[in-house]
């Protein structure tokens, strides 16, 4: 069953960053296009950033954009976000996920699968 582990996440303060991982086990995770998502206390799940599988296309919430880089590291079997700039309504739990076969690339949830367990990124002062 295909797993993935997220990590990286804390406290920082605002304008500070921070770098998540997602980590894949059971799967290869370069055979997948991943999505990065994030959910605030009582807020639905929202889309944050995705990259391809070849990492030649990525795209980002207009939230974020700027701020936040998605890449990948296909030998080390992860895929990173990194999160510059952190404002206080970046805090969420942080969720990594594969794209799901023949769904259309994008940052909408439902079209995402074998969710991580979540990393909490908290900014405040």
């Known amino acids: 069953q295909v797993q993935l582990v997220e990590s990286g996440g804390g406290l920082v303060q605002p304008g500070g960053s921070l770098r998540l991982s997602c980590a894949a086990s059971?799967?290869?995770?370069?055979?997948?296009?991943i999505g990065w998502f994030r959910q605030a206390p009582g807020k639905e799940r929202e889309g944050v950033s995705y990259?391809?599988?070849?990492?030649?296309?990525?795209n980002y919430a207009g939230s974020v954009k700027g701020r936040f880089t998605i890449s990948r590291d296909n030998a080390k079997n992860t895929v990173y976000l990194q999160m510059n700039s952190l404002k206080p309504e970046d805090t969420a739990i942080y969720y990594c996920?594969?794209?799901?076969?023949?769904?259309?690339?994008?940052?909408?949830?439902?079209?995402?699968?074998?969710w991580g367990q979540g990393t909490q990124v908290t900014v405040s002062s």
């Open positions: 996920a594969v794209l799901l076969p023949g769904r259309r690339p994008g940052l909408h949830p439902q079209d995402f699968g074998s």
């Open positions: 990259i391809s599988i070849s990492g030649s296309s990525t």
């Open positions: 059971g799967f290869t995770l370069e055979y997948y296009a």
